[in-house]
């Protein structure tokens, strides 16, 4: 929502300043550089990356277009999360859970929480972890370390097409300067023409420069940022119940494990102390 109200401030600057300068909107109107800049960009994503981080691109353009989920009540619903599975290990055994770690979208504990099992990152990052945990053998430590190194993992992959982006970012400019170039050969050859054909021509070369230029750092560099900015939130989502698991793998109970994770979310979308504790003696009189 957000990007859209950005781009709209951006055209409607960019526009709004050349009409008090009495410009001809028509002027700007080049389809042919269009074309020629956002073709080669195109182009310029397939020569330099491979298929998947291709697919990321787009998706993650998506993802940005529709906001970052991770906010307040997405938390709370994530510790509430926490403190069912934590809960139900305390009551029935750990082994207990090997069912449900197989199946998650069956089980009755996960199953309550779509926005969870829609996130295949952090389900397997769960899952694994707890299902390790319950195999016996492996240390808090070494669970510590497994986790750190797929956090990171996961945080290089979702940095790859943010890459990728920004590189076709500052390729822009360059790309507008080529159609302008192409434009001025065009322009070359009409002269000793009209002086009216003439000067469209040499406009419609500048505007190559000028879209070029205005893609760059108006449109594609900002929406790398924005995409760069959901990355990080979601490897602080993979901390925070990196965090929780860790806490309740060293013996500590349910309600102690839930505000180790809660403690470590982003003070600007960490749930307050009293609202936690609300939602989850809800939750208990819920199951009771």
């Known amino acids: 929502m957000y990007i859209i109200v950005g781009v709209l401030v951006v055209l409607g600057s960019i526009i709004g300043g050349y009409l008090l300068e009495h410009g001809n ?63 139900y290990a305390r009551k029935h055994g750990m082994a207990k859970l090997e069912g449900d770690l197989d199946e998650p979208e069956k089980s009755q504990v996960f199953s309550k929480y779509p926005k969870f099992l829609a996130d295949h990152h952090a389900l397997h990052f769960f899952c694994d972890t707890v299902r390790m945990a319950i195999s016996g053998g492996v240390g808090h430590l070494e669970l510590d370390q497994l986790m750190e190194l797929d956090i990171e993992s996961h945080h290089h992959e979702g940095g790859e097409p943010v890459a990728a982006l920004t590189t076709v970012a500052d390729s822009l400019p360059g790309l507008g300067i080529v159609a302008a170039v192409l434009g001025v050969v065009i322009t070359m050859g009409s002269i000793g023409g009209p002086p009216e054909e003439v000067g469209h021509k040499v406009a419609a070369a500048l505007v190559g420069t000028f879209l070029g230029i205005l893609m760059c750092y108006g449109f594609f560099g900002p929406l790398a940022s924005n995409m760069s900015k959901i990355n990080e939130a979601h ?49 208990a009189k819920a199951a009771a």
Request: aromatic residues 10%; hydrophobic residues 50%; without cysteine.
């Open 25 to 87: 909107l028509m002027v700007l109107f080049q389809p042919a550089e269009l074309v020629i800049i956002g073709g080669a960009a195109l182009g310029t994503i397939f020569i330099a990356n491979p298929l998947h981080t291709i697919l990321a691109i787009f998706k993650g353009a998506v993802g940005a277009l529709k906001g970052s989920p991770y906010n307040a009540a997405f938390y709370l619903e994530q510790l509430k999360l926490l403190n069912d599975v934590f809960v």
């Open 235 to 283: 490897g602080q989502y993979l901390n925070m119940l990196r965090m929780g698991v860790l806490a309740f793998i060293k013996g500590m109970p349910p309600s102690l494990a839930v505000e180790f994770a809660r403690r470590s979310i982003p003070p600007h979308l960490r749930p307050s102390f009293k609202d936690t504790e609300a939602t989850l003696k809800g939750a």
